[in-house]
């Protein structure tokens, strides 16, 4: 299976720290993607870096990738109590399906 | 604002009823997916149509089929629901193979 490991599975910080998140695949890939799930709601799409780049910056996010070692890790500074949610990352296969990882709870308190 | 839209948010049926749940989108995209999400998993694809052709996934049970009548909209058909069928299903869409996915909100099924 293509199926990435997530880790933690469960982060909790406060409110102003920095918050990373890693993941881990097991094929060759052309992107990989960072989705966010907040609770009870569908996930939004935050983040896609393609196997050709190692870091790639989005506002407070922060993604790195290291293709030899097929994995990738998730950065988020200054945390904010919104910033609560489930993170998700997600690589197609060949056959054109998108495989995420099991995700990391994320929980920021005031 | 461009989107894809899940009706109902909610839906409650009842053990072995059949049930629709329905998704639009405005993206004009080429693909839809449908995905069964169980609490604290990752989404699961069911199957997927790529414009009008349909693929399914090897272990997506009989009792789910889907419909796509046109580029809008998509529906998933649960013939006879059971329990192990309550979760939260959500539909996404893509342009094309390999891009992100925009999801809709889901709709959570609850059976009785």
């Known amino acids: 299976s293509q199926q990435g490991e997530e880790d933690p599975q469960a982060l909790s910080i406060q409110e102003g720290e920095n918050a990373t998140m890693n993941c881990s695949y097991k094929?060759?890939?052309?992107?990989l993607q960072w989705y966010r799930q907040n609770s009870g709601r569908g996930l939004v799409h935050l983040i896609l870096?393609?196997?050709?780049?190692r870091e790639k910056h989005s506002g407070r996010l922060r993604v790195t990738l290291d293709t030899s070692k097929k994995s990738s890790s998730l950065l988020i500074t200054a945390s904010r109590a919104a910033d609560t949610a489930s993170y998700f990352c997600a690589t197609y296969n060949q056959g054109g399906k998108l495989i995420f990882g099991q995700g990391t709870e994320l929980s920021v308190k005031p | 604002d461009a989107m894809v839209i899940q009706n109902p948010r909610y839906q409650v049926t009842q053990f072995g009823k059949p049930v629709t749940l329905s998704c639009s989108q405005t993206?004009?995209?080429?693909?839809m997916y449908w995905y069964q999400q169980k609490s604290s998993q990752a989404p699961k694809l069911l199957f997927h149509?790529?414009?009008?052709?349909?693929?399914n996934e090897a272990d997506t049970p009989d009792n789910f089929q889907s419909r796509r009548p046109n580029t809008s909209f998509c529906f998933l058909d649960i013939r006879s629901p059971g329990l192990g069928d309550a979760a939260m299903y959500l539909c996404?869409?893509?342009?094309?193979?390999?891009?992100?996915?925009?999801f809709g909100d889901g709709t959570r099924l609850s059976i009785l």
């Open positions: 993206l004009n995209h080429n693909v």
């Open positions: 870096i393609r196997s050709n780049e």
């Open positions: 094929t060759s890939i052309n992107n």
């Open positions: 149509y790529y414009d009008k052709d349909f693929n």
């Open positions: 996404a869409t893509s342009n094309m193979g390999g891009q992100p996915q925009h």
